[in-house]
């Protein structure tokens, strides 16, 4: 009788190492939750996590300092300049892993992000995947923008507000990267204080890179908790996205025009209704036609102090988007030009 010949079993790679990093300022209401949404993830790979420091004025670093005694995966790097591009590029050169997810201080990340973010990375190649931005308030108001953010009439179709299929996409919100196209791009272009993430997948796709869409990632992120904070974000996000623009000629399409053309538009009818006939605030009293009925399916299913306070939140995002994008001064976008040294170089890893 013949002996079965032996049979090795066929080995079975670990999991990919992966590092978290997250730019943190003034985050002491959501910083341990975010941490704990990270540590308690469904993944079997070695994982750390680098929080980056700004100068925060509230109970941030001690609470920072309590994550690292808690436990060994967590460690902070310093981040004097506060600023978000400054922080990641910190993080990511402390940091040692292949696998790089970018976390903000108030993103819960859900329990099977890292896993699924790393198969998609192997499944389609892409260079960075990211997935929903999916906007939840604790309050009347913050459940207000967050229906608005999660709304076509708030932000058009971008994918990773509203959903959608999984597919190529020009950027994601926050994302995971492959640690080598994030060394090729020199990391984060530190002049851009907002719409970083933006411009950083832009040059990943001019340089043959693939970013991935997918609603399978899912992040909750908490908006802001004010009138006036959410204006000021705004007006930046449409500041800084004209500054892109100026930067990487073709990277602005129909959907980021919409917001300064509907501030135009206002102000004209305004102007015109105030001085030469009533029939200028057709314009301005369409706009809040538009934006009152777009409310009512936004605001599916929340209270009626929310419902009411969806409008507020829309025109906030509208004006101050597009104020933003028309008073951006040109002297940011050469700036930026200026800056164009790497700011990531190799490490280990």
């Not at 990919?16 to 941490?35: G, K, Q």
């Not at 997935?131 to 604790?138: I, L, P, R």
């Not at 009512?296 to 104020?323: D, N, Q």
Request: proline residues 7%; aromatic residues 6%; contains cysteine.
């Amino acid at each position: 009788m013949s002996e079965k010949p032996d049979v090795q079993p066929t080995p079975v790679s670990a999991p990919t190492p992966v590092s978290v990093i997250m730019p943190v300022l003034n985050e002491e209401r959501h910083l341990r939750d975010a941490i704990h949404a990270i540590l308690q993830q469904e993944y079997a790979g070695e994982m750390e996590v680098v929080i980056a420091l700004g100068p925060s004025t509230d109970r941030t670093d001690e609470i920072a300092a309590e994550l690292v005694r808690e436990d060994p995966r967590v460690h902070t790097v310093p981040n004097p300049t506060g600023r978000t591009p400054a922080a990641l590029n910190a993080a990511i050169k402390a940091s040692r892993h292949p696998v790089v997810v970018r976390v903000d201080g108030h993103g819960m990340l859900s329990p099977n992000y890292i896993a699924t973010a790393v198969r998609l990375l192997e499944e389609t190649g892409a260079q960075n995947v990211g997935g929903v931005m999916h906007a939840e308030g604790e309050n009347d108001w913050e459940r207000a923008v967050a229906a608005a953010m999660t709304s076509k009439i708030g932000v058009g179709n971008a994918a990773f507000h509203t959903g959608g299929a999984a597919g190529p996409a020009e950027t994601v919100y926050l994302g995971v990267f492959r640690r080598e196209a994030l060394e090729q791009q020199g990391g984060y272009n530190e002049e851009f204080i907002r719409a970083q993430d933006w411009e950083l997948n832009f040059r990943i796709r001019e340089a043959g890179g693939g970013i991935w869409f997918s609603p399978e990632l899912r992040v909750s992120y908490r908006p802001r908790p004010s009138v006036k904070a959410l204006a000021k974000q705004y007006k930046d996000y449409g500041r800084w996205r004209h500054v892109v623009a100026r930067y990487h000629e073709g990277s602005i399409n129909l959907r980021y025009l919409a917001p300064p053309t509907a501030v135009c538009a206002i102000s004209a009818g305004l102007v015109v209704g105030a001085l030469v006939t009533p029939w200028g605030l057709v314009i301005p009293g369409g706009y809040l036609a538009a934006i009152a009925a777009g409310s009512v399916p936004a605001g599916k299913g929340l209270a009626l102090a929310a419902r009411l306070r969806i409008p507020v939140a829309l025109a906030t995002m509208h004006m101050s988007w597009g104020y933003g994008f028309l008073t951006s001064p040109r002297a940011l976008a050469k700036k930026v030009i200026a800056s164009r040294r790497p700011a990531v170089r190799a490490t280990a890893g």
